[in-house]
Structures are given as structure tokens and as C-alpha cells.
């Protein structure tokens, strides 16, 4: 695997949902939180804290919290770059950027996440690049699952660690 290339990769999912509402479930507090966080703070750079539905722009800060983990466990960063409609990107901490398009094609609605900068040392490619393509994987699944069936698949329980889920 001397070729392969460490510093980035890309999961794409399917989803039965309008462009709007997939927009929606990234840039608002509400619909990130509604399919991947435990709790979001979105603010603006003089700190002024966003409200559920209001809609990110670029040079916002976030900070997340997993379910499934304490409150220490948290991922502050900065919203590189969003048009309003189907693109977002994201500062991923040490772990590089994120950048996540809505397309459509072949008829169906796509998301499509790119996470690339990764550092390309072995601790950061077990970390970041395995660690965080099974993670993205399993988020993006929840992502279509509570879209298109309202179920959570995320583990809500701190006690039970090393989860797919969580």
C-alpha cells in the first residue's frame, strides 16, 4: 500500500431528501444536531452564539459534542467556506478540512464528503484517515436513515465505548 494515498478520502451517500433539507442538516445548529451531534454551538466570531435555525456563514466557529462521550470530549473548529445551497467546509481540527457537496445524479440527491489535509504520519492515518472514514461512514448512514425512516442510530449511552455507533 506504498501508493496509496493517506491524506485524503471521499463517502458518498444517497438520500431521499430535497437539497434544502440536506443543506439544512449541516449549516444550522437544529439539523446538525438532529442527525450527528449531541449538541452544537455555532457563533460568530465576536462569540454571539446562533440560534437552532439560523444558517452558518464563512469564518464561523463551531464547537461539537458527540453522543456517547463526555463533555470534554470536543471538537472546536471554523466554517472555511458555504454557499447557502450545497456546499460546505470545515476546518476538522488536526484531523484536516471536510468539504460536503449535494448534487444530484442519476436522478437521486447525493452527499458527498471529502475529508482531505490529513496528516500523513501512522498515528494520523489510523486516527484520521481510518478512524474518521469508519466514523463518517456510519454519521453519513444516519444521516439518510433519520431523513428517510426517523430512526437514530446513534448510541447515547457513555458507558458502552468502542461503538460503531458512538
Given at each position: 500500500?506504498s501508493?496509496?494515498?493517506?491524506s485524503?478520502f471521499?463517502?458518498?451517500?444517497?438520500v431521499k431528501?430535497?437539497?434544502e433539507?440536506?443543506?439544512w442538516?449541516w449549516a444550522t445548529k437544529?439539523?446538525?444536531?438532529?442527525?450527528?451531534?449531541r449538541?452544537s454551538?455555532?457563533k460568530?466570531p465576536?462569540?454571539?452564539?446562533?440560534?437552532?435555525?439560523?444558517?452558518?456563514q464563512?469564518?464561523?466557529?463551531?464547537?461539537?459534542?458527540?453522543?456517547?462521550y463526555?463533555?470534554?470530549?470536543v471538537?472546536?473548529?471554523?466554517?472555511?467556506d458555504c454557499n447557502g445551497k450545497?456546499?460546505?467546509?470545515?476546518?476538522?481540527?488536526?484531523?484536516?478540512n471536510?468539504?460536503?457537496?449535494?448534487?444530484?445524479?442519476?436522478?437521486?440527491?447525493v452527499?458527498e464528503?471529502?475529508?482531505?489535509d490529513?496528516?500523513?504520519?501512522?498515528?494520523s492515518k489510523q486516527?484520521?484517515?481510518?478512524?474518521?472514514?469508519t466514523?463518517?461512514?456510519f454519521?453519513?448512514?444516519?444521516?439518510?436513515?433519520?431523513i428517510e425512516?426517523g430512526?437514530?442510530?446513534?448510541?447515547?449511552?457513555?458507558?458502552?465505548?468502542n461503538?460503531?455507533n458512538a
Open positions: 500500500m501508493n496509496f494515498d493517506w485524503w471521499t463517502v458518498r451517500i444517497n431528501a430535497s437539497t433539507k440536506l443543506y442538516c437544529e439539523g446538525i444536531e438532529f442527525w450527528f451531534l449538541r454551538d455555532y460568530k465576536d462569540g454571539q452564539l446562533f440560534t437552532g435555525d439560523e444558517y452558518v464563512k469564518g464561523d466557529l463551531y464547537s461539537w459534542w458527540w453522543h456517547g463526555p463533555d470534554e470530549v471538537e472546536h473548529g471554523e466554517i472555511l450545497n456546499f460546505f467546509k470545515f476546518k476538522f481540527g488536526a484531523a484536516g471536510c468539504s460536503v457537496k449535494i448534487y444530484e445524479e442519476h436522478g437521486e440527491k452527499v464528503l471529502l475529508q482531505y490529513i496528516p500523513t504520519d501512522d498515528v486516527n484520521w484517515h481510518i478512524g474518521c472514514k466514523g463518517w461512514t454519521y453519513m448512514a444516519n444521516l439518510k436513515s433519520m425512516g430512526v437514530d442510530l446513534r448510541n447515547r449511552n457513555e458507558q458502552l465505548q461503538m460503531l
